[in-house]
């Protein structure tokens, strides 16, 4: 059974950067899509990145060109660079992953594997 964790949450001042790390144990993420997604207080759960098997990414409108996916040097990891963050991208992050066979989805209920989360809170 896979399992995933994530670590490298913290408060940021405006226009900070942090690196979010996903790791799974378990098995490697080769064969699964990889996404991030995020609760921010008050609102639902909603889409950030995803990574395909193959290196492919998407991105939300809402972090694209500040923030970046991509997989670790370790097959068991993923990561998320964010960058120039904003109050709005406090929330609680999450990494998810799908097998690969059943190709990209932006939608939270299609994952049926998920890490605890990592807090990220951006002050002004």
């Known amino acids: 059974q896979v399992q995933l964790y994530e670590s490298g949450g913290g408060v940021v001042q405006a226009g900070g950067s942090l690196r979010l790390t996903c790791t799974a144990s378990?098995?490697?993420?080769?064969?699964?899509?990889m996404a991030w997604f995020r609760r921010a207080p008050g609102k639902e759960r909603e889409f950030v990145a995803i990574s395909g098997a193959a290196g492919d990414t998407n991105y939300a409108d809402a972090v694209k060109g500040r923030f970046t996916i991509s997989r670790g040097n370790a097959e068991n990891s993923v990561l998320l660079q964010m960058n120039s963050l904003e109050p709005e991208d406090t929330a609680l992050y999450y990494c998810a992953a799908r097998a690969r066979y059943f190709g990209f989805s932006y939608a939270s209920r299609d994952y049926p594997l998920w890490g605890q989360g990592t807090l990220v809170t951006v002050s002004s």
């Open positions: 378990g098995n490697t993420f080769s064969t699964y899509v």
